[in-house]
Nanobody, 118 residues
Framework: HVQLVESGGGSVQAGGSLKLSCTYS????????MGWFRQAPGKGPEGVAA???????IYLDSVLGRFTISRDNAKNTLYLQMNNLKPEDTAMYYC?????????????WGQGTQVTVS
C-alpha cells in the first residue's frame, strides 16, 4: 500500500505562486508515475501534470509554461510549482501515484489540498 499526503495549498491573488508538496510512503519501490490532478466545483477531475520514474513529464495545455512538476525520490516527495496563477486554477489538488507510466488511472490518491486564486 502507498500513502500520499499533500500540503502547500492556500489562497493567493492572481499572478501569484504556490508550491504544492506530496510526501509518499509505504511500498513505493514499484511506483512509476506520480501526478497532480485537480477538481473545481461543479467540474470533473482533470490531470494537471505527471512525471514518470525516468523523468518524462506531461502537462495540461492550460498550465504549460506556468506549472512545473518534479520529484525527489530521496526525500519521497513530489512537487508542483505553480506560477502566474489564474482564477481558473482554483480547485482541490490531488496527488496520485501508479505502478504504470502515464498516470492514466492512478491507483493511489491523497486527500487533496485546496488552492484558491482570486
Amino acid at each position: 500500500h502507498v500513502q500520499l499526503v499533500e500540503s502547500g495549498g492556500g489562497s493567493v491573488q492572481a499572478g501569484g505562486s504556490l508550491k504544492l508538496s506530496c510526501t509518499y510512503s509505504g511500498y513505493t519501490s514499484f511506483i512509476d508515475c506520480m501526478g497532480w490532478f485537480r477538481q473545481a466545483p461543479g467540474k470533473g477531475p482533470e490531470g494537471v501534470a505527471a512525471i514518470d520514474s525516468d523523468g518524462a513529464s506531461i502537462y495540461l495545455d492550460s498550465v504549460l509554461g506556468r506549472f512545473t512538476i518534479s520529484r525527489d525520490n530521496a526525500k519521497n516527495t513530489l512537487y508542483l510549482q505553480m506560477n502566474n496563477l489564474k482564477p481558473e486554477d482554483t480547485a482541490m489538488y490531488y496527488c496520485a501515484a501508479d505502478p504504470n507510466s502515464g498516470c492514466r488511472q492512478p491507483r493511489y490518491w491523497g486527500q487533496g489540498t485546496q488552492v484558491t486564486v482570486s
